[in-house]
């Protein structure tokens, strides 16, 4: 497992992981929705081939967990295919397309997951702002040390001159 700071948090791998078997009716349909997510094929085949050939020995849940955890654990070359899961789920309006039981709870879910991201993505902006008002004062700071220590240089040598 990488050390990439953009890994799905704990709270919100378990929320993707309850909420994406929802949003289908079928596991076809939860391995089609990480397809249109841009998972390589690779990383699904042997799911596929369970869900093809003993349909009853893996569960939806199994499948977005595992598919999950491969995205996760991919480091760098799988951030877009995270980055479309989350912008997918949290897109999701269309609950009609879920099992009539399953639809208060999926709506239920992905207003948490929304959540989650929100708070992240605040969280991150502000830490953005921060350092960006760090690098200004330093930029602030080189600037007004700039001219004086020119003026400086300028002094010492029409006195010496």
Same mark, same amino acid.
Do not use: H, W
């Given at each position: 497992m990488s050390d990439d700071p953009y890994h799905f948090p704990p709270e919100l791998m378990d929320l993707l992981i309850e909420t994406i078997?929802?949003?289908?009716?079928? %596991?076809?349909?939860?391995? $089609?929705?990480?397809?249109?997510?841009?998972?390589? !094929?690779?990383?699904? $085949?042997?799911?596929?081939?369970?869900?093809?050939?003993?349909?009853?020995? #893996?569960? %939806?849940?199994? #499948?977005?967990?595992?598919?999950?955890?491969? #995205?996760? !654990?991919?480091?760098?070359?799988?951030?877009?295919?995270?980055?479309?899961?989350l912008k997918r789920v949290s897109e999701f309006e269309d609950f009609s397309t879920c099992w009539p039981t399953d639809q208060f709870k999926a709506q239920g879910l992905v207003a948490k997951i929304r959540h989650v991201i929100n708070v992240k993505d605040s969280f991150t902006r502000m830490q953005q702002a921060e350092e960006q008002q760090r690098q200004d004062k330093s930029g602030r700071a080189a600037r007004t040390l700039t001219p004086s220590s020119a003026a400086a240089k300028n002094a010492t040598r029409s006195g010496a001159g």
């Open positions: 078997p929802l949003l289908s009716r079928s %596991k076809p349909g939860v391995l $089609a929705f990480f397809r249109g997510c841009g998972v390589p !094929d690779n990383m699904t $085949a042997d799911l596929r081939q369970r869900v093809e050939t003993a349909r009853e020995s #893996i569960n %939806k849940y199994e #499948i977005a967990r595992n598919v999950l955890a491969r #995205i996760n !654990d991919g480091g760098d070359s799988t951030l877009r295919q995270r980055r479309e899961v």
